[in-house]
């Protein structure tokens, strides 16, 4: 016995009423309804059947009796039916007041039909037929009136006509029970078959939560249990690959830490053994240095680790998107570039467009694009900004420099994680800023392009769905 709540009870539970059991019963209790409706209602259509042929060749030989000539006995004149009714019990019925007194005559080689006021009714003549069981005997009873205060009586048993219909509900149970065992059995094999799709996912799923494991399952068919397993492939492959962009999120976020925090560490291991005593004392230049070079990798950790924060918080759920003002996006995100970008002038040309997305991740993106631009541009330079429609139902927002361009071996590659060009890795940066803008692009359904600037320089574009303002 299990107490409440020990799952030993649930498993049994649930083992009892599985899926497959369910769909057994079902079938089981479905046939079983339908054999015994089609049982009952054959078994009461026969039974009425056979009973009306009963009084109907009751009555029919009631009739013959009646009509048949008299024959003389030693005793008596009796119809000539008494003769031949050696299958069935035949008699006269002399009228009397009253049943005690009524006189039944009937041939000696068999017993007397029973007879009552029914019969005595028809003998007075106070009815012309009538057709009864009695439940004494187990038998049918038919009176004839014959005339002259008599009535001829025939009386047979019922008992043949019961037992056909013993042997017919006997036959029917035998064969609605083998109806119910063969529906049982059919539904049995009906949900192991279709329900092998279900155990492979309930053991994929196992698989999964036990191991990791997320090879998609064989599918075959297209039934709705084929396309549940494509589905549930689908999200096999989609959770494998978020985990392979994890790993190599990590993998990469590691490789690029690992320059930086070797740095700190030999600064500072250098800074401790020159404060220890006895140390030769570090020229106060070399200690400038130090420092310097210290605040400027913090920095770049910094900066490092708000970019990985930025990716992993863009992967949050769409149901945050909101409507979006791309116009407002992209001014609030050059008002942050001005106040940043020193020297470099902003040639900007904005047309009203509006999509549904996210605000700070739009605004980011945006940024990201103008501090490139800013970084590679010269001192006194203008930077290009254009948002405008291109008729599609998309919009573009361009950015251009006016610095060296990118090499067109590093077109194809500029938008990867931790990706920096030659020219790029003497300044400052985590990599990671166009690929924010990669990922914002793509999560609102756009995308991104690098090329040349008709100036020279690099020439950003994202590309986003909408509408105009």
Request: aromatic share 4%; with cysteine; net charge negative.
């Amino acid at each position: 016995m299990t107490e409440p709540g020990d799952p030993r009870g649930t498993r049994w539970g649930a083992r009892r009423f599985s899926l497959r059991g369910r769909v057994t019963l079902l079938a089981a209790a479905c046939v079983a309804g339908a054999v015994a409706l089609v049982s009952i209602g054959a078994y009461m259509v026969v039974r009425s059947n056979l009973y009306q042929q009963l009084d109907d060749s009751l009555l029919a030989r009631a009739q013959a009796a009646a009509d048949s000539p008299q024959v003389q006995t030693q005793l008596r004149q009796v119809p000539g039916a008494f003769l031949a009714s050696a299958d069935l019990q035949i008699g006269q019925l002399t009228a009397a007041p009253d049943v005690q007194h009524a006189v039944m005559t009937y041939p000696l080689s068999s017993s007397p039909p029973p007879f009552g006021q029914n019969e005595l009714a028809v003998a007075n003549g106070d009815s012309p037929e009538s057709l009864r069981t009695d439940f004494r005997t187990d038998s049918r009873v038919v009176a004839l009136a014959t005339g002259h205060g008599e009535a001829i009586v025939l009386a047979q048993s019922m008992g043949p006509t019961k037992r056909t219909l013993n042997e017919l509900a006997l036959v029917l149970f035998l064969i609605g029970g083998a109806g119910i065992l063969v529906a049982a059995a059919a539904g049995t094999a009906v949900a192991r078959t279709g329900l092998r799709p279900v155990d492979r996912l309930t053991s994929a799923a196992e698989r999964v939560a036990k191991t990791g494991d997320l090879r998609p399952i064989p599918v075959s068919g297209d039934d709705e249990l084929a396309r549940l397993t494509q589905t549930f492939n689908t999200m096999l492959g989609t959770v494998a690959d978020s985990q392979e962009r994890q790993r190599q999120l990590v993998a990469d976020a590691g490789h690029e830490l690992r320059t930086p925090l070797t740095s700190l560490r030999t600064n500072l291991e250098l800074l401790l053994a020159a404060s220890k005593p006895g140390a030769p004392p570090l020229p106060d230049e070399d200690r400038v240095d130090i420092i310097a070079d210290i605040s400027g990798q913090l920095d770049e950790l910094t900066q490092l680790i708000g970019d990985l924060v930025e990716l992993a918080r863009q992967d949050e759920p769409r149901e945050r998107f909101e409507r979006v003002e791309l116009l407002d996006v992209v001014e609030r995100a050059l008002d942050r570039a001005r106040r940043r970008a020193g020297e470099i002038n902003f040639d900007v040309s904005l047309q009203p467009w509006v999509l549904t997305g996210d605000n700070s991740s739009l605004e980011r993106a945006v940024l990201n694009l103008l501090d490139n631009a800013v970084k590679f541009s010269p001192p006194d330079a203008t930077v290009w900004v254009r948002l405008y429609p291109l008729g599609d139902g998309t919009a573009v927002v361009e950015v251009a420099d006016a610095g060296p361009g990118i090499a067109d071996e590093d077109l194809p590659k500029v938008f990867d994680r931790f990706y920096r060009s030659s020219e790029a890795r003497t300044l400052p940066g985590s990599g990671l800023g166009l690929a924010i803008v990669k990922h914002a692009a793509e999560r609102h359904g756009g995308a991104v392009y690098a090329s040349r600037a008709p100036e020279g320089g690099a020439l950003m574009t994202i590309r986003l769905p909408g509408a105009p303002g």
